[in-house]
């Protein structure tokens, strides 16, 4: 049975992963005046972290109700990282075996009563979660792009106690949150399942030669009033990232059409990932820096 964490505004929160989604995650939760541990072996990229928490936090504190400034802190290692926290959300990269390693290290250098969240944006935390003693209070708490978005999923790996999901649903909006439930086990939960359907149309689209990046882009935001079309917010996730996720489709399904992954394959293979190197299905990006 289990235990929600009790106190859970003088405890910490742990967010495994310091890349562009852990440090907006962990952004989100240092905004009521507690205290986030960034967890990354990389302390270049862990220390980057924090300083992009503190920089935002002040105007992010004063946007949520009842917000105040916490503490941002890199610790690099692991367990030392988690102990004390009420919460730990996984923000390591989609990378299954790498999940499966991490969680297995949680279920037992977590408090007990700790909630164990995995950020993932395809596989559902049963994969990773099902041989362990504590699943019962893991689960999917997928971000999409905090603090510009935030909106959540909140999914059970299939032996999260229903106490954890009520205690998350109830408790993320303190931080200025908006948690939904997804009521039975999907792939790309909610809102991605649905993304996804747009994003690979597109995609087939361009790859059968019917029409170009720019143009699909401009009518999707002529018709739909958005400021971006797929194509830019797939260069904005990373195109390395998206060919990740549609291989994943790929292999649930492999019904689904081919010509999505192998127009990604082209663009990374060619070293275009979108904003992070500078270019992909667009070359307007700024170059990075050579190190």
Excluded: C
Aim: proline residues 7%; glycine residues 8%.
């Amino acid at each position: 049975m289990s235990i929600v964490p009790k106190n859970h505004f003088q405890r910490p929160v742990a967010v495994i992963g310091a890349g562009t989604l852990g440090r907006r995650i962990a952004l989100m939760f240092a905004t009521r005046g507690g205290e986030v541990r960034i967890i990354d072996p990389d302390g270049e990229v862990g220390n980057a972290a924090v300083a992009f928490v503190e920089k935002q936090l002040p105007d992010m504190a004063a946007a949520v109700p009842n917000g105040t400034p916490g503490t941002a802190e890199y610790v690099p290692d692991q367990a030392i990282g988690v102990k004390g926290a009420w919460l730990v959300v996984e923000a390591v990269p989609e990378v299954l075996d790498l999940k499966k390693k991490v969680f297995a290290q949680l279920d037992s250098e977590t408090d007990a009563d700790a909630i164990v969240a995995s950020n993932s944006s395809s596989y559902a935390s049963r994969l990773f979660t099902e041989d362990l003693k504590t699943s019962d209070r893991m689960l999917n708490t997928h971000f999409y792009m905090p603090p510009q978005t935030t909106a959540l999923d909140v999914m059970s790996n299939g032996d999260t106690s229903q106490d954890i999901l009520d205690f998350v649903l109830e408790t993320f909006p303190q931080y200025g949150l908006h948690p939904f439930l997804v009521r039975r086990e999907s792939t790309g939960f909610i809102f991605n399942r649905i993304w996804a359907a747009i994003k690979r149309e597109s995609l087939e689209v361009v790859y059968e030669g019917v029409s170009i990046p720019r143009d699909i882009d401009a009518m999707f935001m002529q018709n739909f009033g958005t400021v971006a079309g797929p194509f830019r917010m797939m260069d904005q996730v990373g195109l390395d990232v998206v060919l990740d996720i549609e291989q994943h489709y790929e292999r649930e399904n492999p019904n689904l059409p081919k010509g999505p992954v192998e127009l990604l394959k082209k663009y990374v293979d060619a070293g275009k990932l979108g904003v992070k190197s500078g270019e992909g299905f667009y070359d307007d990006y700024p170059k990075p820096k050579q190190g």
